[in-house]
């Protein structure tokens, strides 16, 4: 079992920047891959972009390709979501999810396993 905590979420003005973290529990971190989704009001969750177990592979939605940047530290069980030049279209609860035992980027929502509790991302224009 792996519990995924979100933080870093808050308000800022459009061209800003945030960092989002998750931090997670268990001794198996790096076998997991990770993933960022969000889900804006009135939408359906959405992917953001993801990353290998190793960090060695990542992959990015179209929409935050150039200005968002998913990492890892294993040896501190976090992964990490640099999110620059936000757009009020960037407003939404982002989560962080994990896949067991994947040594491939994810990009599907129903292939993780665990998801976090969220936290909200709110861009002002």
């Known amino acids: 079992q792996v519990q995924l905590v979100e933080s870093g979420g808050g308000l800022v003005q459009a061209g800003g920047s945030l960092r989002l973290s998750c931090a997670a529990s268990?001794?198996?971190?790096?076998?997991?891959?990770m993933g960022w989704f969000r889900q804006a009001p009135g939408k359906e969750r959405e992917f953001v972009a993801a990353?290998?177990?190793?960090?060695?592979?990542?992959y990015y939605a179209d929409s935050v390709k150039g200005r968002f940047t998913i990492s890892r530290d294993n040896a501190k069980n976090t992964v990490y979501l640099q999110m620059n030049s936000l757009k009020p279209e960037d407003t939404a609860v982002y989560y962080c999810?994990?896949?067991?035992?994947?040594?491939?980027?994810?990009?599907?929502?129903?292939?993780?396993?665990?998801w976090g509790q969220g936290t909200q991302v709110t861009v002002s224009s």
């Open positions: 990353i290998s177990w190793s960090g060695g592979s990542t």
């Open positions: 999810a994990a896949v067991r035992y994947s040594r491939t980027v994810v990009a599907a929502q129903g292939e993780y396993d665990y």
């Open positions: 268990g001794r198996t971190f790096s076998s997991y891959a």
